[in-house]
């Protein structure tokens, strides 16, 4: 019987690769497929930009502690009157603290179990 | 007493604290002002306006309005009400009611934050979370309008998250909760039916508090945590319908009726959608964070919020709200406050996202789900609706946060920190304090001084008798304008019914209804045109005996046209016989139309039978034709004795006057390249679906207009595979073939210009289209195909084109009128209210007229055109000879904003805004000239139009003098309410001359006369019995019948609902109907003498439901007693 065996440090090793390769694929592919729901296109996109964040290897408390620094970089930018600018960075950051929320309550649930 | 004080000193202090700031409502107020207008709800008399909300009829506001939906807000209204009753002076009562709210919405978050955070130590949380709950733009946007639904929005948030949050913890027990939850809702529910998209944050919350925890709850529980909440809703669900049973019950019985109506409203899904992305234009996500996004705050530097925009120091406060909020989950430490504090950001987080509503990013979701999930469409406004989810959100994180950070800071008097943070947060809020935001555009305030003279008319016409109505003139320009007044009144809601409770007729679609719209519109016209026969018939019969000028009006105010005061004064001056002055202060008079005597209730012997379309309704307003009812909608069975039969016949040539809309391709998602393309053409079934020939004509033109687009890429690609664009061309070929014969079949001959115009439009774009992809191509040397099939599809096309031009140019629209009056019998009239009218205001009737193809000379001076009908009548053609209203044209020059022109200058005679007009040239050379409309017209100065010079040359209307080859131009234009007269400039470059490049200019009105026939039944010997009536409340009427020897029609000059119901003895008369396009009508059959009772239906389940939630909340009350001594008797033991 044929078995794969995945190594997992690989894996861990290359899952930044891994990550990168899943939503560049997802840009790709997602817009040629045509009568997908917004919902899917969405949530798949959500989920790849998940599948990112927990690849690298990031805490859901350092996210949050991005997405608060970014709200100087607003305030910068909407001082300097840079509105367009702002307010891609104002839904990234809605994207990053979100993320950040997700992660921290389920890191709390795992710890509490 | 001092141990209580002692004990519960530092909850005292802070709740001391709460009733001080919330007297911060008395500084709003100027000396004798009171908050009205806009979408304020307030009444100048708030005991009448009561009065006039406990019944769910209100006759005061035109033909009556149902208010079966609306009783959830009777409670907000009582407040008022209640307070003025109370024995405080009326210009206080608005303080008090608004500091009352103030301290409760406060209160409520209190009570929350309290359950959350009880330590001593917490007080920063507590009053922060207060603070930044009460203290907020989109609260003081409602707060400055008063609008009560919305503050107690923001009480029953806190309230239910803190009920849901107990329960969830484990206490106080199902039932109890059920009746808590139902209590705050019956309190705070924010008005009942017409609440609910007010709720939103409610419903999102408890969703939210459900979900959070049910994943924070360890999964063996999860079950028993499904069950208890599943059972919490059911539980609640029962009590819901029992509390809240007097707006309920009124509500079910009319919920059919009630749904149309709104969804009309509002435009439908579309409409819906378009408002939400209106609405959403600045609720980016980083306005959001900052807590800012409403749409009135943008563009708008007169606004109280402009220097959040422009002071650096405000633009780094609103920064700090959402660092301070996000930083909360930083800061959290212990386990217990970690789960709550993730829980209000995961709830800010949510609330942030449906606040952005339709705006990008995620925009398009908000939208799917308003497409899709039956309700949604309800909150339309999403900013308005889920901001205060976010708003309760940040009050608890933001709280934290400065609780951790002060906790922080090593400095031993920690309190005085808290108390500069406090400082702080009201000084960011600075607005608060402030009297002057009440301006919507000066002198248009909220606030406003109600003159003497509208409350001296209020007095004197509570005293005239109930069953009549008064006409306001001037009508507004539009049924949805705005309503102004130069005192400072603005709002969409006319100011009679919160004055008096008397029925008022003013032009306003408060509920639509196109029918009355009409209807009110025929009113004032006839009176306006001094037709005062018509008026007479028409006032008679919609039960109006007086007419009140108001000459106060903002006439010129770009947002609430008006018409001119002195037309209508003048007309009533010239009549004294007709209309009599009762009473005059002011700008205000009230004329008594003399000559009549309205009865709301009356009977008749037989009814005329209307056909007709809507458009018709001011003709059948005429004493011949009254009472009538229209055949659409009327019972089958319906035995009324008719004693004639109107019909209209709409103008099928009026199609060739209407603005054209383009007819534009898309570029389609699957190309014929695709391996999808196949199921793509099996979807399309719109073709089998067709019954009717215009059914498969536009499902032909659809599905070439499907192919046409798709193989329009050919113009940009190259062609790899020529088979798969072939079917497409094959197919785009077919189908023009079938749309030739269908064609030739049933169209060429007709007088459905409709369809015919439609066909043109597709054809001249996909003629176009194919053309250029055979050219740029080349297909026609290449000799593919491809090329074949596309060149055989050009050909058919242009057999049609050239069918369809000469079809489509065989006459001068403008004048001639088309009709298909094959079903028509009896006499045929034209409706002298549609026809041009001379400088004398007299109805310019046709020349000729011609029936199928006999040609006749029409009798002047006659509506009627032929009293015997050739049997085989089947085309009626109308021959009209209208003046040229060019003339006199002038020759100038005149100085654009960069460049000097040479112009034909003429003003248009006769004109007015409200008409539409065409003008037609002949234009020597293609693109030489410019044509521009300039109007003329008064500006009401306001702080916005201040800035727009009084006088100007400003050519809104400019059009290029292309003619598309043709040589003939042709451009149709309409002005404004406000315009006094216009002139119109044909111009060229000044070294061209005007005179060469345009000849034979034209300008001409557009008009769209109405032909309708009347054909005379056999006359009734009906005898009509004697009718008194009384009136014992808005839904009840008493109606005596004395001697009734035949059977009659009884009239209510109500506006018709099905639940109206007419009773003798306790039996429903089943024959109702509406009459008159819209009172009530019963068929009467029976005879003697007997009493009808009048009631509205839903009235009867409003007692009901009264009933039943005392019951309810009395019961509920023991029961909660009982449960509380038991729990005192338990503990004791």
Not at chain 2, 172 to 200: E, H, K, M, Q, W
Request: proline share 5%; with cysteine.
């Amino acid at each position: 019987m044929l078995r794969i065996k995945i190594n997992k440090n690989l894996f861990k090793q290359y899952r930044f690769h891994i990550a990168i390769a899943i939503i560049v694929l997802g840009a790709l592919l997602l817009p040629r497929i045509p009568y997908v729901s917004l919902f899917a296109q969405y949530s798949i996109g959500f989920l790849l930009w998940i599948s990112v964040i927990v690849a690298i290897g990031f805490k859901g408390i350092t996210l949050i502690k991005i997405g608060v620094a970014s709200f100087l970089i607003l305030l910068l930018l909407t001082l300097l009157n840079e509105e367009n600018l702002a307010e891609q960075i104002g839904n990234a950051t809605y994207l990053i603290l979100s993320t950040g929320i997700i992660l921290v309550i389920f890191d709390t649930l795992k710890s509490k179990r | 007493m001092l141990n209580f004080f002692k004990k519960y000193r530092y909850l005292l202090i802070e709740i001391g604290f709460i009733a001080f700031i919330s007297l911060i409502p008395f500084l709003w107020f100027k000396p004798n002002h009171v908050i009205l207008g806009l979408d304020s709800g307030y009444a100048v008399d708030f005991v009448l306006w009561l009065k006039q909300r406990i019944f769910t009829w209100l006759p005061s506001q035109n033909f009556g309005i149902d208010l079966s939906a609306e009783v959830g807000v009777v409670p907000y209204n009582a407040l008022p009400a209640i307070i003025e009753l109370l024995g405080v002076a009326h210009y206080f009562v608005q303080r008090v009611l608004l500091s009352l709210w103030f301290f409760i919405i406060s209160i409520s978050i209190y009570a929350l934050t309290r359950y959350i955070f009880p330590k001593k130590e917490h007080w920063i949380i507590r009053l922060t979370a207060v603070l930044i709950y009460v203290f907020n733009f989109h609260l003081y946007s409602f707060f400055l309008q008063g609008e009560q639904p919305m503050l107690s929005s923001y009480v029953i948030l806190p309230l239910f998250a803190l009920l849901l949050l107990r329960f969830v913890r484990g206490k106080p027990s199902l039932i109890r909760t059920a009746i808590y939850l139902n209590f705050v809702y019956l309190f705070f529910g924010s008005g009942g039916v017409r609440g609910v998209p007010l709720i939103g944050p409610v419903i999102l919350t408890s969703f939210a508090i459900f979900l959070f925890f049910f994943f924070v709850t360890s999964s063996k529980n999860r079950f028993d945590y499904l069950r208890k909440f599943l059972s919490l809703g059911i539980c609640s669900g029962i009590f819901f319908i029992f509390f809240n049973a007097y707006f309920l019950f009124p509500f079910l019985i009319s919920f059919s009726l009630q749904y149309g109506n709104q969804v009309a409203i509002a435009g439908g899904i579309d409409g819906a959608v378009n408002w939400a992305k209106f609405i959403s234009t600045h609720t980016s996500f980083i306005n959001l964070f900052r807590l800012q996004g409403d749409n009135n705050w943008y563009d708008n530097p007169y606004y109280w919020s402009y220097p959040y925009f422009t002071n650096p120091l405000l633009i780094v406060g609103s920064f700090m709200l959402p660092i301070l909020a996000f930083l909360a989950p930083v800061f959290v430490k212990e386990r217990k406050d970690k789960i709550i504090i993730l829980f209000f950001a995961f709830l800010g987080l949510f609330g942030l996202f449906l606040s952005t509503g339709a705006h990008p990013p995620l925009g398009n979701i908000y939208v799917f789900l308003m497409e899709r999930i039956p309700g949604f469409a309800a909150y339309r406004s999403g900013y308005y609706k889920f901001i205060p989810a976010v708003y309760l959100a940040f009050s608890i994180l933001i709280g934290f946060s400065a609780y951790s950070i002060i906790s922080k800071i090593r400095f031993k008097k920690a309190s005085l920190l808290g108390i500069i943070f406090i400082l702080l947060i009201l000084l960011y809020h600075f607005p608060y304090f402030q009297n002057t935001n009440f301006n919507i555009d000066n002198p248009f305030n909220l606030m406003v001084k109600v003159p003497d003279y509208v409350l001296k008319f209020a007095q004197y016409e509570n005293k005239l008798p109930d069953t009549y109505r008064t006409l306001v003139v001037p009508p507004p320009a539009d049924a949805y304008n705005i309503k102004t007044y130069k005192w400072g009144y603005f709002g969409s809601y006319p100011i009679f019914p919160l004055i008096t409770d008397r029925g008022f007729v003013i032009n306003d679609q408060f509920v639509y209804n196109e029918n009355e719209n009409k209807l009110i519109t025929s009113l004032y016209g006839s009176l306006q045109r001094d037709d005062l026969k018509s008026f007479l018939d028409t006032a008679s019969t919609t039960n109006i005996k007086y007419i009140l000028v108001t000459s106060d009006v903002a006439k010129d105010y770009f947002m609430s046209f008006t018409e001119d005061p002195s037309v209508f004064r003048s007309i009533i001056n010239k009549n004294k016989d007709t209309f009599r002055l009762v009473w005059e202060n002011g700008p205000w008079q009230l004329y008594e139309i003399t000559s009549i005597n309205p009865k709301k209730v009356e009977a008749f012997d037989s009814v005329t039978l209307s056909k007709a379309e809507t458009s018709s309704i001011d003709s059948l307003f005429k004493a011949d034709y009254i009472p009538f009812i229209t055949s659409k909608g009327l019972p089958a069975d319906l035995k009324v004795p008719i004693r004639g039969e109107f019909q209209d016949f709409s103008c099928a040539s009026c199609h060739m006057l209407e603005d054209t809309q383009e007819v534009g391709i898309t570029s389609p998602k699957i190309y014929p390249t695709s391996f999808l393309y196949p199921l793509k053409l099996k979807f399309e079934n719109d073709l089998k679906k067709a019954v009717t020939e215009d059914e498969k004509m536009n499902a032909l033109l659809g599905l070439t207009l499907k192919r046409t687009a798709e193989l329009d890429k050919l113009n940009y690609v190259s062609v790899q595979s020529e088979t798969d664009w072939l079917r497409a061309s094959d197919l785009l070929y077919s189908y023009w073939m079938n749309i030739k014969i269908l064609y030739n079949e049933k169209y060429k001959n007709s007088s459905n210009y409709a369809t015919l115009r439609l066909i043109s439009r597709y054809l001249t774009l996909e003629r176009n289209i194919v053309s250029n992809i055979i050219n740029i191509r080349d297909l026609k040397k290449e000799n593919t195909r491809l090329g074949k099939s596309l060149s055989a599809t050009l050909s058919e096309i242009q057999k049609i084109d050239k069918s369809l031009h000469e079809k489509l140019t065989e006459t001068d629209w403008e004048t001639n009128f088309v009709y298909d009056i094959s079903s028509a019998y009896g006499q045929i009239f034209l409706n002298p209210n549609s026809l041009f009218r001379d400088a004398f205001n007299k109805p310019i009737y046709p020349i000729a007229y011609k029936i199928n193809n006999t040609s006749y000379n029409y009798p002047q001076s006659d509506n009627k055109i032929f009293l015997q009908l050739p049997e085989d009548k089947k085309i009626l053609t109308l021959t009209f000879s209208l003046p040229n209203l060019f003339n006199n044209p002038a020759e100038k020059t005149v100085e654009f904003n960069k460049e000097t022109k040479r112009c034909l200058v003429s003003p248009i005679d006769n004109y007015s805004g409200m008409k539409r007009y065409v003008t037609n040239a002949k234009v020597a050379e293609e693109n030489a000239g410019f044509i521009y409309v300039k109007r003329d017209y008064d500006i009401f100065k306001s702080q916005k139009s201040k800035t727009l010079p009084a006088d100007f040359f400003n050519p809104e209307m400019e059009v290029g003098a292309y003619t598309g080859g043709t040589g003939n131009f042709i451009y149709q234009f309409r002005g404004s309410a406000n315009d006094r007269k216009a002139s119109i400039y044909f111009c060229t470059d000044k070294l061209l001359d005007p005179n060469v490049i345009f000849k034979d200019i034209s300008v001409t009105e557009l008009i769209h006369p109405q032909v309708y026939s009347y054909n005379n039944q056999s006359e009734l010997q009906n005898k009509i019995p004697e009718i008194t009536f009384s009136k014992i409340d808005p839904t009840n009427y008493k109606v005596t019948v004395k001697n009734a020897t035949d059977p009659f029609i009884l009239s209510f000059s109500e506006r018709f609902s099905p639940l109206w119901e007419a009773e003798i003895g306790g039996k429903n008369i089943p024959e109702h109907f509406l009459l008159n396009g819209y009172a009530n009508g019963w068929y009467v059959e029976n005879k003697g003498t007997y009493v009808i009772n009048l009631t509205f239906k839903p009235q009867r389940w409003l007692q009901i439901g009264v009933i039943t939630s005392c019951f309810t909340i009395a019961g509920s009350i023991i029961y909660l007693l009982f449960a509380f001594f038991n729990h005192v008797k338990n503990k004791n033991k």
